[in-house]
C-alpha cells in the first residue's frame, strides 16, 4: 500500500477533534475523492498524510515509509516526493509565475541550482510547458500579484505537475474556476498521475466534479469515514445524510452555494 491511515485521531491544541479513528488504506498509484461538508476534517486529512501534522494518535505510513515527525532527516527524504496543492496557494505577491512554477523542484535541486534559479530562472521552457497545460501559456513572467484566484490555483497546479511527485495531495484545487475549467483542471491532474503512476488524493466541495472524475470517494463527516466507496455505488441517500447540516443551512439561506454539494446522483 502507498499510504495507510491505522485508528488515527487527530485533536487540535484547543480541544477541538478533527480527525477519529480513521483507517484508511490507498494504492500506489490510485485517485481518490475525499467529499464532506465544511469542517468535516478533509484539510486536516491531507495535512497528516503531507507529513505537515503530527496526529494525536495512530499510525501513518506514506509511500511505503513510516512517517515519524521527530526523524528530520527521513522528513526531507519523503517530503519532496508529495506535491501539495492548496485551495489558495501561498505564493509570494511579488514572485514571477514561471519561479513559483520552478519552485516545485527546489526539494531535490542541489543548493546552487535552487538558489542560482531565484535569480534567473533555471528552467524557463520546463515551466512554460506545465502553464500550457493549465491554459497560462501568457502568464510565464507575470507577477503572482497580477493574477486572479483562479489563475493563482492554476499556477499552484503548475507548480506540482512540474514537481514530478508521486503523491499529489490536492486540498479544493478548482474552487475558483468555473465548472468547465474546473473539470478540464481535474483532467490534467488526473493524466498526469496516470501517465507517471502518481498517486491522487483530492478533496472537494462540489460532488458532481468527485462522482464524475474519480472512480474512489472517501466521505467525511464529523471527523470520520462515514463511507469509503467506488463513485458508481455512492447514492443520493447517502450524500443526503452526509450534507445534511448544509441542506438544513441552505434552507434557511445560510449558505448560497449549496447547490454544489446536494446534487441528483448520476445515472
Not at 499510525?59 to 528530520?72: K, S
Not at 531565484?118 to 502553464?131: F, H
Request: with cysteine; charged share 15%; net charge negative.
Amino acid at each position: 500500500m502507498s499510504i495507510t491511515l491505522d485508528q488515527l485521531d487527530f485533536v487540535h491544541p484547543n480541544g477541538l477533534v478533527a480527525l477519529k479513528r480513521i483507517h484508511l488504506q490507498v494504492r500506489a498509484g490510485e485517485h481518490v475523492a475525499l467529499i464532506g461538508p465544511s469542517g468535516a476534517g478533509k484539510t486536516t486529512l491531507l495535512s497528516v498524510i503531507g507529513a505537515r501534522l503530527t496526529p494525536s494518535h495512530g499510525q501513518v505510513t506514506v509511500l511505503d515509509q513510516a512517517v515519524d515527525m521527530q526523524d528530520e532527516h527521513s522528513l526531507r527524504l519523503l517530503r519532496p516526493r508529495i506535491g501539495s496543492i492548496y485551495q489558495s496557494p501561498p505564493l509570494p505577491a511579488r514572485q514571477r509565475v514561471v519561479t513559483a512554477v520552478l519552485a516545485g523542484r527546489l526539494g531535490v535541486w542541489p543548493v546552487w541550482k535552487s538558489l542560482a534559479s531565484l535569480l534567473y530562472p533555471w528552467d524557463i521552457a520546463g515551466a512554460a510547458q506545465v502553464l500550457s497545460q493549465v491554459q497560462l501559456s501568457d502568464k510565464l513572467f507575470d507577477r503572482c500579484d497580477q493574477l486572479s484566484g483562479g489563475q493563482l490555483q492554476r499556477v499552484g497546479m503548475a507548480r506540482v505537475l512540474y514537481q514530478q511527485a508521486d503523491l499529489v495531495l490536492a486540498d479544493e484545487p478548482v474552487s475558483a474556476l468555473d465548472p468547465g475549467l474546473a473539470l478540464a483542471m481535474l483532467q490534467v491532474l488526473q493524466q498526469d498521475a496516470s501517465a507517471r503512476g502518481a498517486t491522487l488524493i483530492t478533496s472537494l466541495h462540489a460532488v458532481d466534479l468527485a462522482l464524475g472524475c474519480f472512480p474512489r470517494i472517501v466521505g467525511l463527516r464529523d471527523g470520520e469515514i462515514a463511507f469509503d466507496l467506488p463513485a458508481q455505488e455512492v447514492t443520493q441517500a447517502m450524500l443526503n445524510d452526509l450534507f445534511a447540516n448544509e441542506a438544513t443551512q441552505a434552507k434557511d439561506g445560510d449558505m448560497s452555494d449549496a447547490h454544489h454539494t446536494l446534487i441528483q446522483h448520476p445515472a
